[in-house]
């Protein structure tokens, strides 16, 4: 059973339920919990999957513990319903924290795709980071995506032969987008595009819970004040949460050379992430996606779980302060070594393979497959080959 609630789920989940859906050993079972209910719907037609079963969780501005007694409830009927062998859940929502919880209830193994994510601080990023270590308890196997993710599981004493390093499903998906985003791309972003052609294009994607507010204003306030630079235009993606959208707006909205989007579909953002300059988001998944186009990161963040692109030298981590985001922008556009430098240094987090890995991990644990897979090794500068979705 493969449990997903947001878009971000389904893009990293997708490609490992197609996997599965391909092999003849795993009959698979497909559930949206609708924690995001519009953008995961949008997901779910991109990579052309269709849900077993959907509970509909989202309401208005719910509270995280109705979201989290809504999808334990659901998934615990489910699970009594359809007596998986494993359940799978992909990330740190309240989702997966949920649908790991009520799996363990049901006494049902537990399968946790992009594990091992840690930042040491409980509230940073909020809820995510307990929700990834909560699942890090419950969880039988353990997809991590990197090495250091492993270290971290190891680390906190999860056995090492439950921990498989896979790389991230994130550039699976993404490499099979790639080659058609030229041609799925909405119309709206092709003109944007070439309405800013001549210009250098700097995205944003900005939602976290800690940094609603002052946090999130003044990173807006920086992303305004580099737009007016007449070799810039902004684009930024609107997110759903009404937080956000009252923020960016009353310090965006009207701005010369700044454009608020509303949330692409993913093809769109693929196309945009090609083509932009660079990006500042607090987006974890922005931070995988993007090395693999050369487009350095500017993280809006306290700290970053995603710490093997600050090693590669392909992300940055700038937090929110106005005039310090500003000058790294700056930067950005003004040293073209400096610059260089962070597009060059490849993608530290897959190889397109990852879903492939996972499959033949989970055969291994079931005693269908005699050896488990080999673990994912970055070589710095590498880039990722295209490839087919199964």
């Not at 190891?154 to 041609?183: H, I, K, Q, Y």
């Not at 953002?269 to 990161?297: M, N, R, Y």
């Not at 499959?359 to 005693?367: D, E, R, S």
Request: aromatic share 6%; net charge neutral; with cysteine.
């Amino acid at each position: 059973m493969a449990v997903m609630g947001t878009r971000p789920e389904v893009i990293k989940m997708a490609p490992v339920a197609r996997s599965l859906q391909a092999g003849p050993h795993f009959h698979p079972v497909i559930v949206s919990t609708g924690q995001h209910r519009q953008m995961l719907d949008e997901g779910l037609r991109v990579f052309d999957l269709h849900p077993h079963y959907d509970l509909r969780i989202m309401q208005p501005e719910q509270r995280l513990a109705d979201t989290t007694a809504k999808v334990l409830l659901g998934i615990a009927d489910l699970c009594r319903r359809e007596k998986p062998d494993l359940l799978l859940v992909q990330g740190d929502t309240t989702t997966v924290v949920a649908a790991a919880q009520a799996a363990y209830y049901e006494k049902i193994p537990v399968g946790h795709v992009e594990a091992g994510l840690r930042t040491g601080d409980k509230f940073n990023p909020f809820p995510e980071e307990m929700n990834r270590r909560l699942v890090g308890v419950l969880a039988d196997l353990h997809f991590a995506p990197t090495p250091s993710a492993r270290e971290a599981l190891l680390g906190e004493g999860t056995a090492p032969d439950r921990v498989f390093v896979t790389g991230n499903t994130v550039v699976d998906s993404l490499l099979w987008v790639a080659d058609r985003a030229d041609d799925q791309a909405s119309q709206e972003v092709k003109a944007l595009i070439s309405d800013a052609a001549g210009k250098r294009l700097i995205v944003s994607e900005l939602h976290r819970r800690e940094n609603l507010g002052q946090p999130l204003a003044s990173a807006c306030q920086a992303l305004a004040q580099i737009a007016q630079r007449p070799d810039v235009h902004v684009v930024f993606s609107l997110h759903h949460n009404p937080q956000v959208r009252k923020t960016v707006r009353k310090e965006l909205q009207g701005k010369p050379s700044v454009t608020l989007l509303e949330p692409p579909d993913y093809a769109s953002f693929v196309l945009l992430i090609k083509k932009c300059h660079f990006l500042l988001t607090d987006s974890g998944g922005i931070q995988e996606e993007a090395p693999t186009f050369g487009k350095p990161v500017l993280v809006a963040r306290k700290v970053t779980e995603r710490t093997e692109s600050v090693q590669a030298g392909v992300s940055l981590v700038v937090g929110t302060d106005q005039q310090h985001v500003f000058a790294e922008m700056e930067r950005l556009l003004n040293d073209a070594a400096h610059y260089s430098r962070m597009a060059s240094g490849g993608n530290p987090y897959g190889d397109g393979k990852a879903s492939e890995r996972i499959a033949q991990a989970i055969l291994y644990h079931f005693g269908r497959c005699p050896t488990p897979p080999q673990d994912f090794v970055f070589t710095p500068g590498q880039s990722a080959p295209r490839k087919d979705m199964p």
